[in-house]
């Protein structure tokens, strides 16, 4: 179990550590949603602010085959990617 506090529920943290989420990886997507949170703008464009790393971390965190197509992504898609608390 990580050490320090995350803000990820142990349910989101097992979740991530059974999709092979390192230590590492889990604090910077738990940075990631936390920005996300503090964002004024939508979530769809918050993802499109995020590094090409950053992106493909959201993808690992949710499990996903495909690459993140952003402009594709509906809102509630897009709410859907940032939610893991």
């Known amino acids: 179990m990580l050490?320090?506090?995350t803000g990820l529920s142990v349910s989101s943290l097992n979740r991530l550590q059974t999709r092979d989420l390192n230590e590492t990886e889990i604090y910077d997507f738990a940075d990631i949603?936390?920005?996300a949170d503090e964002a004024t703008n939508s979530s769809k464009a918050f993802l499109k602010s995020l590094t090409a790393?950053?992106?493909q971390l959201v993808k690992k965190a949710n499990s996903l085959a495909s690459t993140i197509n952003v402009d594709s992504l509906s809102?509630?898609?897009a709410q859907n990617l940032l939610s893991h608390r």
Do not use: F
């Open 53 to 55: 790393d950053k992106l």
């Open 3 to 5: 050490n320090i506090n």
């Open 33 to 35: 949603l936390k920005q």
């Open 75 to 77: 809102a509630e898609g």
